[in-house]
């Protein structure tokens, strides 16, 4: 029984070898379809996104009123979490140059930016001409560019999409997006 | 117990449209644990909308029927592509795709469906048994149990998580800080509004999980996929010899137990259980060499975990309503958009939706049980489906989705900003799940640590002095100082130098 029970953390030592290695193997295993990381710049970008984080929100957090430990005002715990993020950011900026965690940007970074911007294209025209034809093109390209489709099934794919979606919202779930027909 | 809860439970799970969710749920669990890509936790993020629309209990039974159901899924890749569909069969490629290169994949998934199954089924029976006990025990918890409770939750997700621990503790501060939006509660007061009139209202939830998780995802893939189909190795002959059932006995059972008793704790997991259950398996056989060139054991063993784990992970969920991973918040969201706290007195006051999602789980798990191994063939041909097509398929159902909540333009904006945050966060090494975890506990530590103040009347000695919280917030500092200790001993036993800490874990849902 107490075999059984042996969680990692209280394991003997040689159970923790074979745990360890398999960790490596997995990571080894994963590593594999990884892209490349990105370097000691990414993690410094990283470490200060989040400090910029914490002292704007430290900032914002004292002019709303930290008040007292009998009296929280409405600032203070944001104060306490931003501080925190700010200390552990600075932390970060410390020891952690050298990870390898990262995943550089590379020309295959162009794909997601492409999807963000019919995302964006999608929302903006819904509301003015309802969501059909943002959402033929939205599928259009991401068959066609994005996926490398044949132009054959881009158009049967997405016309088949929009249809079903139609179907489905307008009267599968009687909810009211923005159409046009 | 309440045995009359109970069967009450199986009363409104057998209730046709319940079943009928349910088995929507495995069916879509199923299906993205076979298709590499979108993980249980991305999925749930993306369908959240739906529980605007249904019954309560259908909703959750459906939504927790996706969770344990990717991890049924998540085999089958494994063993015929050497492709894990989920982190938690990471482990099982070793010997299972050794066993399909050996032409016993049909054996390989027919013992890793056995497997699951008792798992699972041995881990519900546990969860039935422990949660109500468990649920009576946390119902006197006050303001500073509940604030310490959620601060170790959110530790553990970060500690034990995927991914340096900086970094994740870095990621749940800024999840509680962004829960922090909106009027204040308790003053009235608005906070990171910036004059916004549809920020006063705070973040929704949903929005910011499908931002994170779904929208972050799919345009993670939109970079990571290669564009081209897999075509798997042919599966015959699915049901396992009475030799190889036997083989493997002893390790389903050790491996539904390791699985429940890690899914139980905060950041455990399907993941970790899995890792260390294979790690039994080979520590105490006989032979350990045949581990990797295609032992039965290991698929049989990581494959019970993975699923008993999942199940477990309920427990905290329901009996005091701490998510133990990022699935878990998923669900943890849905109830309270549903309007429904989850905690200790959930079992009392909604017996039919505690019973409900738990009895559920037995059937299905059945249904499982019945798609992988007579159904197989099908979520075999499904690997055929190029990911591309699915891919603006995904995008339209989350970007409708997320606008059908409020019918709010500016929502689908908010998600495609934290789409664009989660896809950096990726990109810079930082795991969105803690964040999102944090997110939604974040109120509920504000708001239970400012009455625990105003409870010891501004003296915070006193969470410590209290038995329950003191005892959870010793615990929290010995998790948050281990790592600082551990590397001293270290660097003192320079013998033990050969990096043990193995920063980059896998947690339990997001898929890799």
Not at chain 2, 200 to 209: H, R, T
Not at chain 2, 428 to 438: I, K, N, R, S, T
Request: charged letters at 15%; proline letters at 6%; hydrophobic letters at 55%.
């Amino acid at each position: 029984m107490s075999d059984e029970r042996t969680t990692p953390t209280a394991a003997p030592a040689d159970e923790r070898d074979i745990l360890t290695e398999l960790e490596a193997e997995v990571a080894e295993s994963l590593a594999e379809e990884q892209a490349p990381p990105g370097g000691p710049a990414y993690q410094v970008v990283g470490a200060l996104v989040a400090l910029v984080i914490g002292l704007g929100g430290a900032a914002l957090a004292l002019g709303y009123g930290l008040g007292s430990l009998r009296k929280p005002g409405p600032g203070l715990w944001p104060f306490v979490v931003s501080v925190l993020i700010a200390a552990l950011a600075v932390a970060l900026l410390m020891v952690g140059r050298r990870l390898q965690d990262s995943e550089k940007f590379t020309r295959a970074s162009v794909l997601p930016a492409v999807g963000v911007v019919t995302f964006l294209v999608l929302g903006a025209l819904m509301p003015v001409i309802g969501f059909e034809i943002p959402s033929l093109l939205l599928c259009a390209v991401w068959l066609r560019f994005l996926g490398g489709e044949s132009w054959r099934s881009t158009v049967v794919i997405s016309v088949a999409t929009v249809a079903a979606f139609y179907l489905l919202f307008l009267y599968g779930l009687r909810i009211p997006l923005p159409h046009l027909i | 117990m309440d045995v009359n809860a109970f069967l009450d439970g199986f009363g409104i799970v057998t209730q046709p449209h319940n079943l009928l969710y349910c088995l929507i749920g495995v069916v879509i669990g199923m299906l993205i644990g076979v298709l590499p890509g979108l993980g249980p936790a991305a999925t749930i993020a993306i369908l959240l909308p739906i529980t605007y629309n249904i019954d309560p209990v259908s909703a959750i039974i459906m939504l927790a029927g996706i969770y344990y159901g990717a991890q049924y899924g998540g085999t089958i890749t494994s063993v015929l592509l050497r492709l894990p569909g989920e982190a938690s069969s990471v482990v099982t490629v070793f010997d299972g795709f050794a066993l399909a290169k050996q032409g016993k994949a049909g054996t390989a998934l027919g013992i890793a469906a056995i497997g699951s199954f008792v798992g699972a089924t041995i881990s519900i029976i546990g969860l039935t048994l422990l949660a109500p006990l468990i649920a009576g025990f946390a119902l006197d918890f006050g303001p500073p149990e509940y604030a310490a409770l959620a601060l170790l939750g959110v530790l553990l997700v970060a500690t034990i998580g995927n991914g340096h621990m900086l970094k994740a503790l870095i990621a749940a501060a800024v999840g509680l800080l962004l829960a922090t939006v909106g009027r204040d509660t308790f003053s009235g007061a608005e906070r990171f509004t910036f004059g916004s009139l549809q920020l006063a209202d705070g973040i929704d939830f949903v929005v910011v999980a499908m931002g994170l998780f779904g929208v972050g995802e799919i345009l993670y893939n939109l970079e990571e996929r290669h564009g081209k189909a897999h075509v798997p190795a042919k599966v015959a002959n699915i049901w396992p010899s009475r030799a190889d059932l036997k083989q493997s006995s002893g390790a389903i059972g050790r491996g539904s137990l390791i699985g429940f008793v890690l899914g139980v704790l905060p950041g455990g997991g399907a993941v970790m259980s899995s890792l260390a259950a294979y790690a039994t398996e080979k520590r105490i056989a006989k032979d350990p060499s045949r581990f990797g060139r295609g032992a039965i054991e290991g698929v049989a063993s990581p494959e019970t975990a993975n699923n008993a784990a999942a199940t477990s992970s309920f427990i905290p969920l329901l009996t005091i309503g701490i998510p133990a991973n990022a699935s878990m918040a998923m669900l943890f969201g849905a109830l309270l958009i549903l309007g429904i706290t989850p905690g200790p007195q959930l079992v009392d006051e909604r017996p039919d939706l505690f019973w409900g999602v738990i009895n559920s789980m037995y059937i299905g798990n059945l249904i499982l049980l019945l798609l992988s191994i007579p159904l197989v063939g099908i979520f075999v041909r499904i690997l055929r489906v190029r990911p591309a097509i699915l891919a603006p398929i995904t995008a339209l159902i989350t970007i409708l989705g997320v606008y059908t909540i409020n019918n709010s333009i500016f929502d689908i904006f908010v998600m495609i900003f934290f789409g664009v945050v989660g896809y950096l966060m990726k990109k810079a090494g930082f795991e969105p799940g803690p964040m999102v975890l944090a997110f939604v506990l974040g109120s509920i530590v504000e708001s239970s640590t400012r009455r625990s103040l105003l409870i010891f009347d501004g003296d915070p000695t006193g969470f410590f002095t209290r038995p329950i919280s003191g005892t959870i917030l010793a615990l929290f500092v010995v998790v948050a100082l281990w790592p600082v200790v551990k590397h001293l001993l270290r660097r003192r036993t320079p013998a033990a130098t050969a990096d043990t800490s193995a920063p980059d874990r896998e947690d339990a849902d997001i898929t890799v």
